[in-house]
Every structure is written in C-alpha cells, then in structure tokens.
C-alpha cells in the first residue's frame, strides 16, 4: 500500500540554526500538504501544494514539491524557539496519508 | 467563528467500559476524519465520514470500534469494551469538500482516551 516516510525522526538544532525535513512517497501524489504540532497541541494546516517542481513560502519557510510529486521539503531558515512541535506531511496517492512526522526542538 | 469542537477533551475508563468520542465538524464541513496517535508517534487514520454515510474505514479495527455522522448531531467514535492498548489521544478532523478535493482538514483539540 501506499507509504509516506519522513526524515529525519527528530532534530535538535541551536535557535537561529536552519531546519529541512523531508517528506518520500512510495507512489506519485497528486497534492501534498503540511501540517505542524505543537507539543500537547492538535495539527494545524500549513500549505498545499499540487504542481510538480512548485516552491512555496511562508515568512522563513519554504515549501517544494518534488519534479516527480514523489517528494517534498519543509526548510526553515533561522529557527526560533516558536518553531518547536512536530512537523507531518500528508499526501493524496490513492488514499490520503500522514507522514510520521518529525520532532524538531529548538535550544535558546 | 467555532472550529472542530471535541468533548470530552480527557476521557477515563476502566477495561470493559465503552468510550464514546464527539465531534462537530466546522460550520459548513461535511467531511469529518478520525485518527488515532499515541504519545510521541504520528497520525493514523481510522475512517472517513461524510454525512450519515462512512466513505472509508480502512483504519478502523473491524471489532469494538465504530462510527457515525448522523444528519442531526456530531460525529461519534465508538470503543466497545476498551482494553489498555486503547489509550491514545483521538483527534478528529474536517474539510468542505471531500478527500479527493485537496481541501486542508482542520483538526479538534483531541480527546485524550485513559483506560485504567
């Protein structure tokens, strides 16, 4: 069946170091969206995106989907302490499914 | 301008007990979606209901568990005699178009299910 992996499980950087998570697909999707947790918090829509190669921002983040819609890419520039939570991508194969996210933690 | 309302927001059961889980989708919303996450781990997905119909219950074990979206009222996920591998936060979430639609799903604060 369909599976959607990210990497890397969890990341620990220093506030104001860079974060990328990347999101694979075992099967092309159509659209490919994002979302974030805060700790104790419930998911919280960030961004869709349909087009093969479509590049995405939001302030210091920037979304890409793969040339192959078989990818995708969360990178924040400049983390801050309000960036911490859990990041998941969600694509539409033949079924709607959410990554495993991954944990990202921000040291002051 | 309410989002997806769920209640009870923490729910505690002894083994054998039935939980009953709430939710009312966004006004508008017709789609409402139940997943299951434990602590520390992702979103797994349980069923898929549009009104008064379940569209997709792929996720769902076929025993002790079901769900409804009646015309009137919220969404309700059903647990039959929970057992401790039952405790997990329960979140629910809608969209105005379907699953196909690309429309984003806007997810309830969770009920957090304890079982005893």
């Known amino acids: 069946g369909q599976q959607v992996m990210q990497i890397p499980q969890y990341q620990h950087v220093q506030e104001g170091e860079d974060f990328t998570t990347y999101c694979n697909s075992s099967?092309?999707?159509?659209?490919i969206q994002w979302y974030k947790q805060r700790p104790g918090g419930h998911p919280v829509f960030l961004i869709q995106?349909?087009?093969?190669?479509e590049v995405k921002k939001q302030k210091r983040l920037t979304f890409q989907f793969g040339e192959a819609k078989k990818n995708s890419s969360l990178h924040i520039t400049a983390t801050q302490t309000t960036d911490v939570g859990t990041y998941f991508c969600?694509?539409?194969?033949?079924?709607?499914?959410f990554g495993p996210g991954t944990r990202l933690s921000v040291l002051p | 301008n309410a989002g997806v309302m769920q209640n009870p927001r923490h729910l505690v059961r002894r083994r054998g007990q039935e939980a009953r889980l709430r939710c009312s989708p966004m006004?508008?919303?017709?789609?409402v979606y139940w997943y299951r996450q434990l602590p520390e781990e992702g979103l797994k997905f349980m069923v898929y209901?549009?009104?008064?119909?379940?569209?997709?219950e792929s996720g769902m074990p076929k025993e002790r568990f079901s769900a409804e979206f009646p015309k009137e009222g919220p969404s309700i996920l059903r647990i039959q005699q929970v057992v401790r591998g039952d405790s997990a936060a329960y979140f629910c979430?809608?969209?105005?178009?379907?699953?196909?639609?690309?429309?984003?799903?806007?997810f309830g604060d969770g009920t957090r299910l304890s079982i005893l």
């Open positions: 979430a809608s969209s105005a178009g379907n699953s196909l639609s690309n429309q984003p799903q806007h």
């Open positions: 099967t092309t999707l159509s659209n």
């Open positions: 995106l349909v087009k093969s190669g």
């Open positions: 969600a694509g539409r194969g033949q079924n709607f499914v």
């Open positions: 006004k508008g919303h017709s789609h």
């Open positions: 209901l549009q009104k008064e119909n379940i569209i997709d």
